[in-house]
């Protein structure tokens, strides 16, 4: 999710993105813009092998997300 966008994204623009990771530092990535995102059967998720069946959602800040 994307906050603080100067304007709105068309399908093909590309946007210039820079992630920050705790010990790789910052890597800068370009994303492109998709009239719909590729899907991924939920079978092939990896959630459990990140943990995320031990998270405790409701103490996430939901608000942030509307």
Do not use: C, R, Y
């Not at 990771?21 to 009239?35: D, L, R, S, Y």
């Amino acid at each position: 999710m994307l906050f603080g966008l100067k304007k709105k994204l068309a399908v093909g623009d590309e946007l210039p993105l820079t992630l920050t990771f705790f010990h790789a530092g910052e890597i800068k990535v370009k994303a492109g813009v998709m009239k719909n995102a590729p899907e991924m059967p939920h079978d092939k998720m990896q959630n459990h092998q990140m943990g995320h069946q031990k998270m405790d959602h409701s103490k996430m800040n939901h608000d942030m997300m509307k």
